[in-house]
């Protein structure tokens, strides 16, 4: 929380001895794995495509999983070098 806001930011925060904050880092990336799985339930049932709900929940656990690990490479900023 950055002046009693709250703040998700796309790169990551620094505690107060300038180490990388994991804690708000984990949170930020579930808050955006929760959105992915829900947004791929929704629009596996939208589509009409939920005939089997098991493989619908697999789909959106990596589609969610995908997410929560490429939110925390941003949050450190991890990048390829060329």
Known sequence: MANGRIRMSRNGLT???GKFDWNDAIIDALIA?????????????????L????????AASIA?????FAWLAMKRNITVNE
């Open 33 to 49: 794995a929760g959105v992915t799985f829900f947004a791929t339930i929704g629009g596996i049932g939208a589509s009409g495509l």
């Open 15 to 17: 505690t107060v001895n």
């Open 64 to 68: 969610a999983g995908g997410s929560f």
């Open 51 to 58: 005939d089997d709900p098991a493989r619908a929940i697999l």
